[in-house]
């Protein structure tokens, strides 16, 4: 086979490749593109007033179970284990919080026994997120998000535990890729997205997935080690610096950020959420500068100057970079609508439950009853109600009179009256009666489904 030539676009090159081999959507395909190339400059640290921020990225990919997204997961994990050979670089997949914060804290130990204080490099590969989703609602597992944003973030706080004391962590750099299926939004709550975790998160809109013919176990194996041999020239990045260019549109972007935030200061006494399309976008002066770095490795725009090999980042990688956040920020949009949705369903369910129930006690209760009377109809062979008369043995009561009694408004009434019939809980006849202009609604609890 003819030898690949290098690649002037890594991003476009690794995207079609995965594509080919994995199945997987175009779009998953391009943020795995970007995942690899971030992950292979470890070392490569851009300084501004920010802090020192480093190319890690997280994404997280919630999609129907055939769109092969584990295929796509494990070529990642192939690739990061074919290109990270040596010691140093370890992998955590399926973990609970208190396992991987216990294997944490015993890395530290074992380290600082030796007189080492060596960073944890990590790439999280979890596959169906929605379990800890789950595991937030309770136990130590609560503060998932709020560590897994630490330990993105590259500083974890010490932890009191009950058992073991004060865990200490050391420095992190993790790169997060998860997946699940809509699942994940059902068990979700409101702090995977208040405490922040959800805007340091990259998401992938899911996406219709024609079908490929499967490729061979060969092709495969070519893909990944042609992936590895381009990433190979990124390992030696020591950081990144940027041009005046680049420098003075980052400020301009940073201040629009800024300036759009505000809006959080006028909401912060008040019950008022902050609107999405606005909180996305808090750590975007971050990840600007982290998509940057990735765009620029895509294009090779790196130098070497007194031995050291850096990034140049110009602001063509700056305008790529933004271009990449406004897609990110509608998916995540996007994610958050599908959310509420979600979380609005049960919440539907059990006002209607209740509301029904509301309906059956007022019947009960209601004293003001009436009787219908009906006679045969000789023409129609059908029964027609004849009179209406109040009477204490009687089993219906009028719509209006329930209205009162529960404080319902004629819309919920209407919708509720409909799904009640609808399950054989009450009977409803519209009926003229002499002491009404119009006809009035009576109603019945059905006293059998049969």
Not at 51 to 80: C, E, H, M, V
Not at 360 to 385: C, G, P, S, W
């Amino acid at each position: 086979m003819e030898e690949p030539q290098p690649s002037l676009d890594l991003l476009k090159d690794f995207s079609l490749q995965i594509r080919k081999v994995t199945h997987a959507p175009m779009n998953a395909c391009n943020a795995a593109a970007q995942l690899l190339i971030a992950s292979a400059m470890p070392h490569c640290v851009f300084k501004n007033e920010i802090g020192d921020i480093q190319t890690n990225l997280s994404f997280l990919w919630i999609a129907p179970s055939s769109t092969y997204k584990t295929p796509l997961r494990d070529l990642l994990k192939d690739i990061y284990f074919e290109l990270f050979k040596g010691a140093g670089y370890r992998l955590k997949s399926k973990f609970t919080t208190e396992g991987i914060m216990n294997s944490l804290s015993q890395f530290k130990k074992q380290h600082e026994d030796k007189g080492e204080n060596l960073p944890y490099w990590a790439l999280i590969l979890r596959d169906e997120v929605s379990n800890l989703a789950k595991e937030s609602k309770s136990g130590r597992s609560s503060n998932i998000w709020e560590f897994l944003s630490e330990a993105f973030d590259g500083y974890i706080s010490p932890y009191d535990t009950v058992r073991g004391g004060t865990q200490e962590y050391p420095d992190t750099l993790f790169n997060i890729w998860m997946s699940g299926t809509a699942v994940f939004y059902e068990h979700l709550r409101d702090d995977f997205w208040d405490q922040g975790f959800a805007f340091r998160t990259l998401f992938i809109k899911p996406e219709k997935n024609p079908y490929l013919k499967p490729e061979s176990t060969f092709k495969r194996q070519y893909a990944i080690e042609n992936i590895c041999q381009e990433l190979k020239g990124l390992l030696e990045i020591k950081r990144a610096i940027a041009t005046i260019e680049w420098n003075t549109e980052y400020q301009e972007y940073v201040k629009e950020i800024r300036d759009k935030l505000e809006i959080e200061a006028d909401l912060f006494d008040t019950p008022n959420r902050l609107p999405i399309d606005i909180a996305a976008i808090k750590k975007y002066p971050e990840l600007v500068v982290k998509l940057s770095m990735v765009r620029c490795a895509s294009r090779q725009g790196w130098e070497v100057k007194d031995g050291i090999k850096h990034l140049l980042l110009t602001d063509d990688d700056l305008h790529a970079a933004m271009l990449d956040l406004g897609e990110y920020q509608n998916n995540c949009i996007a994610a958050y609508n599908t959310y509420q949705v979600k979380k609005e369903a049960p919440m539907k369910v059990e006002r209607n439950i209740q509301e029904r129930k509301n309906i059956l006690n007022a019947i009960r209760n209601i004293e003001t009853r009436y009787e219908l009377q009906t006679e045969m109809d000789e023409k129609t062979e059908e029964f027609v109600i004849t009179s209406v008369n109040v009477s204490d043995k009687g089993e219906w009561v009028r719509k209006s009179d329930v209205m009162r009694k529960t404080g319902y408004s004629k819309r919920t009434m209407d919708g509720l009256i409909e799904t009640m019939e609808d399950a054989l809980e009450i009977e409803a006849k519209q009926v003229e009666v002499s002491f009404s202009r119009r006809p009035i609604l009576m109603i019945r609890e059905r006293r059998s489904k049969d």
